[in-house]
Structure formats: C-alpha cells, structure tokens
C-alpha cells in the first residue's frame, strides 16, 4: 500500500507565481469542497475569494493579512478567506462542529487544487474583525483562515529568510506522537 500522491504531493509555498488562476480550476475547488461530509449534513464553510483581475476586491482580502503574510502573499493571484457558519440551520443551535467540518471542506479544496497543478498556504495570521467589516460578514459567521492560492513561483524572488523556510525539508511528527490505542498517550508503533 502507498499514501495517495496527492496527500505527499501537497505543500504551502510562499513563492507564488503572478499566473492567473483560471476561472474554471476555482469553480472545481470550491466543487471539491461542496462535497465535504459535515455534521447533520449542514455544510456550515464559507469562502469569499478574490482574484488580482479584481484589484479592489483582492486588495481588500489582502488587507485582512498581518503584515509578515503580506510580505509574501502579495504575488498570489488568489486570495480566499475561509469562514464557518456557528450555529446549525435546525433550531439555530450552536455547531460546535462548524471549524472541524469548515477544515474538511478545506482538505477536499487543497488536495483538488493540488490535483490541477496549484499551490496553497494557508494562513492563521490575519486580523477576523477587519476581515469581517471589509468583507461584510454577517453575525454568525466567523472567519477562521485565510488563503493564497496560485501557480509555485520563484523562491529566488523570496527574502533569505523566507527563502530557507521555503526550500527546507518538510517534516511531520511521527505517528507515535499523535496516534494512541485504546486510551490516552498509548502510542501506536507501527
């Protein structure tokens, strides 16, 4: 058996190429993510997104973005914020389940995007309470990330320090770290 090529193939640059995105690839990202399952079927994500063809609109996601993100995001010809309805339909009872169903969604959009050649990096540093005045989000709905969305770029065209964060090894804990049998902190070695 083998991790699927999508799961290994997936990454978050910060060199983005100024390519556009085509119409056609972003519609079937965000078709990607409509098939996500969710709690009671409520399909609670939200994405509002802007392409650089539409500068004010992108610049206004763009604002949303702390300072050390817009140093590197501002080639990114895609800009998404990322939103989670909090309470479900029925009853209007808080979903306490809206991030971990939101994040699915998310999941589906990265590995379709990385099945059509594209790039995403994902982004926690960006300030929710401009994102929701300059977006107009409405009460009930909270923006949980931001995303830049492109074709790689030019790692050369980086700072030196994001450059080294951009070509150094990618990691990840091993499974022992995260994965327990039966209880609590009973890792599995497999």
Avoid: C
């Avoid at 085509?22 to 509002?48: G, H, T, V, Y």
């Avoid at 990618?170 to 049998?181: A, G």
Wanted: charge should be neutral.
């Amino acid at each position: 058996m083998q991790l699927n090529k999508l799961i290994e193939q997936r990454w978050s640059p910060r060199a983005f190429s100024s390519k556009p995105v085509e119409l056609e690839k972003l519609e079937l990202l965000f078709e990607a993510a409509r098939w996500a399952s969710s709690s009671m079927n409520e399909q609670p994500w939200r994405f509002i997104y802007a392409t650089k063809d539409e500068r004010e609109k992108w610049q206004k996601l763009f604002d949303t973005l702390v300072e050390a993100n817009q140093v590197w995001a501002e080639k990114a010809p895609v800009l998404m914020a990322i939103v989670s309805k909090s309470e479900f339909d029925y009853k209007n009872k808080p979903n306490k389940h809206a991030w971990y169903d939101t994040g699915q969604a998310v999941g589906n959009l990265l590995l379709q995007a990385t099945e059509l050649g594209l790039f995403a990096h994902q982004m926690g540093g960006f300030f929710p309470e401009k994102a929701k005045d300059l977006l107009k989000i409405p009460d009930g709905y909270e923006p949980i990330a931001m995303m830049a969305l492109g074709y790689l770029g030019n790692t050369d065209e980086l700072s030196e320090q994001l450059r080294e964060r951009e070509t150094a090894p990618r990691t990840r804990n091993e499974l022992s770290k995260f994965v327990s049998k039966g209880s609590w902190n009973n890792p599995v070695h497999v």
